[in-house]
C-alpha cells in the first residue's frame, strides 16, 4: 500500500471517529449554557434596552410626544378655539409619519444585515 494511500484511510478512519463522537452534544450543551450565564452576568442598561426596540415603535413614539407638547404649546400662541383640535391632527400626522419613517428605517437596516 502506498504512502498516499494510508494517509487517506487514516484521515478517513478520524473523520468517521469525530463522527460518532458521543461527546460532540454535551460539549455544544456546555458551550450553549455558558454563553447563556455570560449573557445573564451582563449588567442591564437602558440605552441597549431602548436600542433593541425597533424602529417602528421608536419613531411613533418621538412623534406622539413632539404632538404632545405641540396640544400644550399651540394654544398659548395661537388663541383660536381650533387651536387644540389643529395640535391633535398634527398629532395624527406626526405619528402616521413615525410610522411610515420607522418601518422604512426598518427596512433598511434588514436589507443592511443581508447584504453582510
Known amino acids: 500500500m502506498s504512502n498516499q494511500e494510508q494517509e487517506r484511510l487514516r484521515r478517513l478512519r478520524e473523520s468517521q471517529l469525530q463522527s460518532r463522537d458521543p461527546l460532540v452534544g454535551q460539549r455544544k450543551f456546555q458551550r450553549n449554557i455558558s454563553v ?3 449573557r445573564m452576568r451582563k ?3 437602558m440605552s ?3 436600542k433593541d426596540i425597533p424602529h417602528i415603535i421608536k419613531v411613533p413614539f418621538y412623534g406622539l410626544i413632539l404632538g404632545i407638547a405641540l396640544v400644550f404649546i399651540l394654544p398659548t400662541l ?3 378655539p381650533y387651536a387644540t383640535l389643529t395640535s ?3 398629532t395624527l400626522v406626526l405619528i402616521v409619519f413615525g ?3 420607522g418601518n422604512s428605517l426598518d ?3 434588514r436589507i443592511r444585515d443581508n447584504i453582510k
Open 48 to 50: 441597549e434596552a431602548w
Open 78 to 80: 395661537w388663541n383660536s
Open 99 to 101: 410610522l411610515i419613517l
Open 43 to 45: 449588567s442591564f442598561s
Open 36 to 38: 447563556k450565564e455570560r
Open 88 to 90: 391633535a391632527g398634527i
Open 107 to 109: 427596512i433598511r437596516d
